[in-house]
């Protein structure tokens, strides 16, 4: 969506889709505007409860079964395993995504993973075309004036039309763009604690391919699971920054870590939304 700062200012009910890599502030600014009566839509919660919710229960149930000690008591019916996902915890939806490599090591074959990260992708088309209709809920059922759309690092990846065209029709789109330290640091806490990601299939099989060839590996089977996060990371950050800007230049506006990082209240994310759009409109 866009709109002239005069317009922002005079929005009643104001919808902004937060765009940028997990670690840029989405989610640390979205908890600030929650608490100032913004609603605050997880995009990573609704796919963790609503479209990814049996498989990450199946997921944990086929770990349990091979204890068998819990093998029992889940056949007997005397336990249940349930989800405890929570907008601040979204460990399961990670866990369930899983990461390449040595199933020694934890790691996932290329099949399941390939099928785990297509799931995750519609997860997330579905959750974000879901966008209109939770602003319609927040106002209607739970009375919050604004609403924060906290969307996933790898929605510049889904190259789903719909999903831009729905939330530019219905949100101001903000990218939040990492200063050059701040890039930096976003690599270094990456190597020091790998988690699952989210690849395009193209770029996923080009990557592999390098990285087979670079550690001198015959089958992603035999992949250290961690290594090859820390070693596709950057690229997949580098490679996501040109999208995230085609979304911004087209559809909404882009805003700095540093310039995020002076945000201390809902007043003054307003201003510095009011400023970006007295340059960028």
């Known amino acids: ?154 929605l510049c990846e889904l190259d789903d039309a719909e999903v831009l065209r729905v939330l530019a029709a219905h949100t101001l789109i903000l990218y939040i763009k990492a200063a050059d330290k701040d890039e930096q640091e976003l690599i270094r806490r990456a190597e020091e604690d790998p988690k699952p990601l989210y690849y395009r299939e193209a770029f996923l099989d080009e990557q592999l391919a390098v990285y087979l060839t670079d550690r001198g590996l015959a089958y992603a089977a035999e992949i250290d699971p961690d290594d090859f996060v820390r070693w596709m990371f950057p690229r997949l950050f580098y490679a996501r920054l040109p999208r995230y800007q085609a979304i911004a230049d087209q559809h909404g506006y882009t805003v700095t870590t540093d310039e995020l990082s002076q945000v201390k209240d809902e007043a003054g994310f307003l201003r510095l939304v009011e400023r970006v759009l007295e340059k960028q409109s």
């Not at 602003?135 to 906290?150: A, L, M, P, Q, T």
Request: net charge positive; with cysteine.
């Open 1 to 154: 969506m866009k709109l002239s700062a005069k317009d922002f200012k005079a929005w009643p009910n104001k919808c902004v889709t937060l765009l940028g890599m997990s670690g840029t502030g989405k989610t640390r600014l979205a908890i600030k505007l929650r608490k100032r009566n913004w609603f605050h839509f997880s995009g990573d919660y609704r796919i963790g409860t609503r479209y990814l919710d049996e498989a990450i229960l199946d997921n944990i149930k086929s770990q349990a079964m091979q204890v068998p000690f819990l093998r029992e008591l889940l056949r007997s019916d005397s336990i249940f395993i349930n989800n405890n996902i929570t907008v601040d915890n979204l460990k399961p939806v990670s866990s369930f995504l899983g990461k390449l490599g040595d199933p020694e090591k934890g790691g996932l074959g290329l099949k399941e993973f390939k099928h785990r990260q297509e799931l995750h992708r519609q997860a997330e088309i579905a959750a974000m075309k879901d966008v209109p209709e939770f602003i319609r809920k927040s106002r209607e059922i739970y009375g919050y004036r604004h609403f924060v759309n906290d969307a996933g690092g790898s």
